[in-house]
C-alpha cells in the first residue's frame, strides 16, 4: 500500500513539472547524463521559485478575467518585463571575448 501511495505522490510531481516545464513534455533526444540535470535543474528552478515567489499567477489559469485576459488579482509586486542592465551587459560581452579569445587561441 505504502509502494503505491508513493508511487502516486512522484506521479504527480512529475505531472506538476511537465506542466510547468516544456521542456519535459515531449520527447527528449538528449543524452541520459543530460536528461538527468535537466530533471535536476527543473526541480531546482521550482524550489527557488516556492521559496522566492509563494504565490505563482499561473497556477490560477482559471481565474483568469475574460475581459482583459490578466489573471484576477494580479499582484503588482510580480515582475513582468525584465530589462538588461548595463552591469550585465558589460560582464557578458567580457565573458563571451574571453571565450571566443580562448577558443581562437587553441585554434
Known amino acids: ?10 506521479e504527480r510531481c512529475f505531472g506538476m513539472l511537465k506542466a510547468k516545464w516544456g521542456i ?10 543530460s536528461k538527468v540535470r535537466i530533471i535536476m535543474v527543473c526541480c531546482l ?3 527557488f521559485l516556492m521559496r522566492e515567489m509563494p504565490i505563482d499567477p499561473f497556477d490560477n489559469e482559471d481565474e483568469v ?4 485576459g490578466d489573471l484576477a488579482g494580479e499582484d503588482e509586486d510580480n515582475i513582468n518585463v525584465v530589462g538588461t542592465s548595463n552591469e550585465w ?3 557578458r560581452d567580457n565573458l563571451a571575448q574571453s571565450m571566443f579569445d580562448s577558443w581562437n587561441a587553441t585554434n
Open 89 to 91: 551587459t558589460i560582464f
Open 24 to 33: 519535459l513534455r515531449d520527447n527528449s533526444y538528449y543524452p541520459i547524463d
Open 45 to 47: 528552478l521550482h524550489k
Open 65 to 68: 478575467d475574460e475581459g482583459t
Open 1 to 10: 500500500m505504502k509502494h503505491s501511495s508513493a508511487r502516486n505522490v512522484i
